[in-house]
């Protein structure tokens, strides 16, 4: 027997407040917590845009850490009208739904006109495992990126729990000012319906990933008109949907 230490992902209770009053309560990787603050906001539907958050602090507490977001009139206003409350545990994707309509509204389209190369997102793909420092430590945990189609930029967040590296990834990216239409999603996890509906939101045309879509996951895609990619490995990938989109190598 051989022994040697091991270093293990953390997790940590994060709620989400809004003008004082939570919103939600997620079990997270205590980093990057701006950025999830934001991708959450945005994803949920809660902002449109990032200027609509008028301030936002990261309060760490006994018992976990809470994103204090305090929004403007209008959409303070908004929030009210809808607000429910949701409680997620890691890999929960429609946590707080309380009823099936909900979890079938219609998917936000997407109409952007991108051409992204084959080459490039298997490139991009390739070169997330630089950028994976948590997994390399850890083995453990999940990551989401986008690649801009014009530069070949990468961008990548982490986190033990697959819709949070997607909310912590959507958030850097409107940090940064980056466009969701000029460059495509990429995940290290399964693909299934509330991933898509998170690349709906933010606008993202493109969303590959390296395991197997589900059905809905499929349908769903169709409906946003996103160019769903999946099984993307060193070999190629399988295009789900709207394959338009993809400039194959020749």
Do not use: W
């Amino acid at each position: 027997m051989v022994q040697k230490p091991r270093l293990l992902p953390e997790e940590t209770p994060v709620a989400l407040t809004y003008n004082r009053a939570t919103f939600a309560v997620m079990m997270a990787s205590p980093r990057d917590l701006r950025d999830f603050a934001i991708g959450f906001s945005k994803s949920e539907g809660i902002i449109d845009d990032i200027s609509e958050i008028e301030d936002l602090e990261i309060l760490p507490a006994s018992t976990g850490i809470e994103c204090r977001i305090s929004l403007n009139t209008e959409r303070g206003a908004v929030l009210d009208a809808r607000r429910r409350r949701i409680a997620g545990p890691v890999g929960c994707g429609l946590c707080g739904m309380d009823s099936l309509e909900q979890a079938a509204l219609p998917a936000r389209r997407i109409g952007s006109q991108l051409r992204i190369a084959a080459s490039l997102i298997a490139e991009a793909l390739l070169g997330m495992e630089a950028q994976q420092v948590l997994n390399r430590e850890t083995h453990a945990v999940h990551a989401a990126a986008f690649v801009n189609a014009a530069t070949g930029d990468l961008l990548l967040r982490e986190d033990i729990g697959r819709h949070n590296a997607l909310d912590k990834l959507i958030g850097a990216a409107m940090s940064k000012g980056e466009s969701a239409g000029k460059g495509a999603l990429l995940l290290t996890s399964r693909i299934s319906i509330e991933l898509i509906q998170k690349a709906a939101m933010f606008g993202a045309p493109v969303l590959a990933a390296i395991s197997v879509p589900t059905a809905r996951a499929v349908r769903e895609a169709q409906a946003a008109c996103i160019t769903l990619i999946g099984v993307a490995r060193r070999d190629g990938f399988e295009i789900f949907s709207y394959p338009e989109r993809i400039l194959l190598d020749r």
